[in-house]
């Protein structure tokens, strides 16, 4: 999925803010706990407070990541 969400940043550069947590990382449980990070892949989309507008977890589509971006965007 890592290609495919990377593409997606490029395009929506500047519009919407990407940010990559490390599972494995100890540094991130506090983050991971605060948003319930149960598995590996999970996304999640954050309005500008930082509030879960939308937790998706497993593999996603390119489809669904645009859909979702272009409905929040406007």
Known sequence: M???????????FGRVAFTYLDADDPQTVNFQQ???FVYQPEFYLLD????????????VSEET?????EEHLQ
């Open 48 to 59: 500008a407070d930082g509030n879960v507008l939308k937790k998706l977890i497993g593999p």
């Open 2 to 12: 890592a290609p495919m969400v990377h593409g997606l940043e490029a395009e929506y």
């Open 34 to 36: 605060a948003l319930g």
């Open 65 to 69: 990541f645009r859909e979702l971006f």
